[in-house]
């Protein structure tokens, strides 16, 4: 079966250090991989995709970056946090079609003070 | 352009008693259609999805949702609350280019 795995869970860091998230995927080959954003009532907010290794979309201008070293390894990057860079970060995966669901890692909660 | 309006931030419920968590969208496409639960500090899993076949889908944990084309609806429903229950919901839209729109979640609060 498939599984999602992300780390850390929490994270606490000072503005202006750089972050590291990262992502695999177990059990699925050539995955659609996602980072979203979750911010306290505002929803969720794509904002990296990758349908192939280093094949990177941004969907939101930001402070943040994504890579795809491996066909199963979503890492998403920072060289200087933002306060604003604070919030709850989930990645995802899907395959197998249109109307395959995504599915979620567990989500790093990111403190950025 | 699509969208998913939420229609309640918090729904608040007893145990044992019927929920419904509202839910209407917009799309220029027939839409796929979602319903994820997310417990504090954990990711989303999904509960139920709609792909065009039955207008009714039955979803895991006794939630099931009703695709209604005429109101634009996807309400998410379970006859009875348990306290497990309590969570934050969100409905999501899938166009028929893949771009996913999540509504703005409710939080479901059950009382015993």
């Known amino acids: 079966s498939q599984t999602i795995h992300q780390w850390p869970a929490t994270l606490v860091q000072p503005v202006g250090s750089p972050l590291s998230l990262e992502c695999t995927v177990e059990?699925?080959?050539?995955?659609?991989l996602y980072w979203y954003r979750q911010a306290a009532g505002r929803g969720l907010q794509l904002l990296f995709y990758s349908v192939g290794i280093g094949q990177i979309s941004s969907e939101v201008p930001q402070n943040l970056s994504a890579s795809r070293p491996q066909d199963r390894q979503f890492i998403l990057s920072s060289k200087k946090l933002l306060l604003s860079d604070s919030g709850f970060y989930l990645c995802?995966?899907?395959?197998?079609?249109?109307?395959?669901?995504?599915?979620f890692g567990n989500g790093t909660r990111l403190t950025v003070t | 352009a699509q969208s998913v309006t939420q229609l309640d931030s918090h729904v608040s419920v007893s145990e044992g008693t019927p929920v419904l968590l509202r839910c209407n969208y917009s799309?220029?496409?027939?839409?796929?259609l979602f319903w994820y639960v997310q417990h504090p500090n954990k990711g989303l899993q999904l509960l139920l999805k709609?792909?065009?076949?039955?207008?009714l889908v039955k979803g895991i944990n006794g939630f099931e949702a009703e695709f209604k084309k005429s109101e634009t609806s996807f309400h998410l429903t379970k006859p009875s609350a348990h306290m497990s229950d309590a969570a934050e919901y969100f409905c999501?839209?899938?166009?028929?280019?893949?771009?996913?729109?999540f509504g703005k979640g409710t939080m479901l609060l059950v009382s015993p």
């Open positions: 709609y792909t065009s076949a039955a207008t």
């Open positions: 999501v839209v899938r166009s028929r280019y893949s771009t996913l729109t």
């Open positions: 059990g699925t080959s050539n995955p659609n």
């Open positions: 799309s220029s496409y027939s839409p796929s």
């Open positions: 995802a995966w899907r395959s197998g079609g249109l109307n395959s669901p995504l599915h």
